[in-house]
């Protein structure tokens, strides 16, 4: 008995690897789904960034009156906007340039490149699409068409009605109620008479500033500021702490409403103190030039709000690796899911920055070692905030449509929900 259970286990231990090998030869057998399994380390790795998918998107074919025909009115109304024919954007358009960021989302994905480097790539059939990009120039309609705030029945509170009942016509908005298309909305005035009716989608924003009651850190994209002042990208001091002689730098209007009265009350208390610029200032061309040489001089770069939470010297300062100290309670920043602001930005609230000294003396008290490091690190996340056409990888537009990306799963959750629930949101 003994000798023949002998005999079947030899002949089992000869015929199994025979069996075992046959089969993986002849491709019958996924060794690696039925044996790695037991391995968690091979078979759990997450994906690398850069492996993923790009966000699809289609873009709404509009005339070219709610977009390039704002920057050039000799732009043929009837002809497609295409990678060739786009207008260049004007750098010499001042203060138009830093809500510009409706042009660059459109150009980018007017510019298909078959690589890795692109977050975002342009889809023409609207069912493949992830998204839906509207490219209505909103914030560049108000500034061209609106000369003051009571103006009434100007061209640019017609085109947003025209682009409102458009939407509302389309199949695709209907399907999803708006939720996936994408509007930016970067000015605090832009589409500011129709906002409320195409308040599902995901608006791309500056701040929350005037939009509060209509707009979410959860649905919406916070983008950066266009700077306006040139980058620094020839900064090669040794010693570029000792480099910097200012301690702290501001240059710009300080006579501001809402949160921006911080600017006068900071003027009042800072203008004057050693190693600290404070000067009150328009915006020019050669303004810009004027900051962008002092910001370069400055080991850290002073950002109060404005008539919103935040204005583009924030970017300013970024580009320029200057150190910025931010005076805003309700300011919320591009890119927090991936960037830490707090390793190259020093953060007051209103009523720190407020207490004689206070603000001044944490600055100085930063030691040279640690200002080194936040200076490292801001130089080393600055191509961030770069809008360019073409777009380069994980430049500004880049990152914006990867924030986009990452609103997809919660608007296709609500999607889903509302096509099935007889009662709308009963657990609230």
Known sequence: MQK??????????????LLFGSFLLAGTLDYKSQFLYFIPQLTDVAPCRSGSLPLRVYMYDLPPRFNVGLMDSNFPNNTPVTAENIPSWRWSDGLRKQHS??????????????????????????????VFFVPFFSSLSFNVHVRHMTETDTVDEKLQLEMVNMLRASDYWKRSGGRDHVIPVHHPNAFRHYRNEINACIFIVADFGRIMDIST????????????????????HEDPYEARKTLLFFRGRTVRKDEGIIRAQLHKMLNGTKDVIYD???????????SAEQMRLSKFCLHPAGDTPSSCRLFDAI????????VSDKIELPYE??????EFSVFFSTNEALKPGYLINE???ISKEKWINMWLRIKSISHHFEFQYPPLKED???????EVKHKVPAFKLAVHRSRRLKIPDWWR
């Not at 580009?319 to 931010?326: A, G």
């Not at 500004?396 to 990867?402: D, F, G, S």
Request: hydrophobic share 40%; proline share 5%; glycine share 2%.
């Open 337 to 342: 899911s991936e960037i830490d602001y707090k």
């Open 396 to 402: 500004a537009v880049n990152m914006i449509w990867r």
């Open 363 to 365: 600055l100085r008290n």
């Open 4 to 17: 023949s259970i002998k005999r079947t286990l030899g002949c089992l231990s000869l015929c199994i690897p």
């Open 217 to 236: 850190l959860a649905k919406d994209v916070v983008a950066p500021y266009p700077h306006m002042v040139e980058s620094y990208s020839s900064e090669d």
């Open 101 to 130: 960021v409706e042009y660059w989302m459109m150009a980018s994905l007017l510019y298909q490149r078959n690589d890795e480097s692109q977050e975002a790539v342009r889809v023409m059939d609207p069912d493949l699409a992830d």
């Open 280 to 290: 009150e200032a328009h915006a020019s061309e050669e303004g810009f030039k004027t």
């Open 319 to 326: 580009v320029s690796h200057c150190i910025p100290v931010i």
